[in-house]
């Protein structure tokens, strides 16, 4: 069935309120709703267009450049709708700016109160989402002229696609990829004798290599060498005490094998330090190599060491980082959380980096994150903790969804070896 000819104009004239139709208050609101918009857009799609770290944030970044100027050519479209109206389709050009104000202010609310903390910038885009909703239907409800209204509206359908495709693709589908994970090994290299034969030194070399395409920082490392003892029973070991033996897997990093014949006395911390410098960074593709020694006097009760390496890392497409600092330690005053210092067998030392969101809404929106590493070592081992948190929420531990989030944001990855096994039999009968 056709439509009569004239019905979509009648049907307008019955929704535009006489009194409302092109007051110059309506004007001035639009404009207070368009004009905002495209200084924050543009002030915010300039930083994404020269500072984001990923390719479709840059691409989010000229995105708001262009809604920006979309929002500036419909403001002057509105001032020249609601006057002379020289430009035949200035009301369609206003139409369309208001409508892009309203998705962009609409996805920016939404990513707000997904992820940001600011008060003042959730109330300010809810203002402007609202604002721009409004700008829209006014414009909408005044004699706009639309030529070949199809075409028009399928241009704003696909440009709307793109835009909420860009955002999904973002905020949705990248944070859900498997981070990368660098490979970290240890070699072990000949032992050496002293001169007067009264100690020797095992060379250690430690390499990172990562075989991805993305980049990592360096958050923290550490390497630890632990000195066991190993004796033989006469006869085999019973049922019971290979499951006591069971229980202290993953326990400070033990590894015990359950053995028939072998008793394995707790291993004892030997040698630790870190072995890259918290806060640098490994590129795509490349490798880095570091040398330790581990050193023993000849009549070390120790019959073998186990070494291990670990190293925390995150993306750096996924954030920024300042230089990380030693930031305190659990003994005496330093100022580390109560979390800590719990443990009264562990000493920590604690190091921390300010973090930068890796696009523009989330830099503005957010509060300030640190990134803060813990190496924490005793008598049985040691290891590092790493986490990123507001200034103010570091004596709170998070919870397991909170610590899933913050890995998957960030990319946090940790990546390890170890044990290695070295038997020091060798050694020891030359002196």
Known sequence: MKTPPGAGSRLRALLIAPGTRKSPAAMALILLVLLPTALLLGWWGIEDLSEALTYTGRITGAILILVAALSLL??????DHWGRNVFPYSGMVALIGTVAALLTNTMLL???????????????????????????????????????????????????????????YQ?????????????VNVTVGKPVLSKDRK??????????????????????????????????????????QWRADAKTFREFYVQRPLSRKEVYQPGQLVSAQPWMPFGNWIEANDAFVTQTVVQLPIDTPYDQLALYASAQLARKDRLGLDQVEMKGYSWGEGKVPQWVKKDKNLDSVAYRGRVYENNSVDRHTMDPRYATVYWQFGAHGAFLLASITRGDEENRIPSIAERHEMVNRYGLVTAETGPIKRTLWDIKKQG
């Open 74 to 79: 419909g403001s002057v479209a509105v001032v």
């Open 110 to 168: 939404l990513e707000t109160f997904r992820d940001g903390d600011s008060t003042l910038y959730r109330v300010l885009l809810s203002l402007l989402t609202a604002g721009s909703a409004w700008a829209a239907l006014t414009v909408w409800r005044t004699s706009v002229v639309i030529p070949s209204p199809k075409r028009v509206a399928a241009a704003v359908v696909v440009s709307s696609a793109l835009a909420v495709a860009n955002f999904g």
């Open 171 to 183: 905020h949705l589908y990248q944070p859900s990829q498997h981070s990368a994970r660098p490979l």
């Open 199 to 240: 100690k020797f030194v095992v060379p250690v070399d430690i390499k990172i290599e990562n075989r991805s395409d993305v980049g990592f920082y360096v958050l923290g490392t550490e390497f630890h060498a632990m000195g066991e003892r190993v004796t033989l029973s006469r006869t085999d070991r019973p049922r019971e």
